[in-house]
């Protein structure tokens, strides 16, 4: 199997890269068929809850990036002009 990317040249690097690649793919794919999958209504549900719970997990990620950004923006001193000479 060849490597995604070709520039790697450890062997370990390689692997890893190989096996994070399969394993995405092998994820998408069964996402994939998951989602198609149509077999009436007591599936719709479930699924509209994850799609649901994805979202809520996405918007409590963003604020936590969002307040870490702040903070660290409020931890800068603000610039100091210098006198005139």
Known sequence: MTSPAPYVTSPYVTSVVDQA??????????LRVWSAR????????????????????AGIVAGIAYAIVQQAGDNI???VVPANP
């Open 38 to 57: 149509d077999e009436g209504l007591d599936e719709s549900p479930s699924k509209l809850l994850y799609i649901a719970l994805g979202i809520i997990v």
């Open 21 to 30: 690649y399969i394993g995405l793919t092998m994820l998408l794919r069964t």
């Open 77 to 79: 001193p603000d610039p």
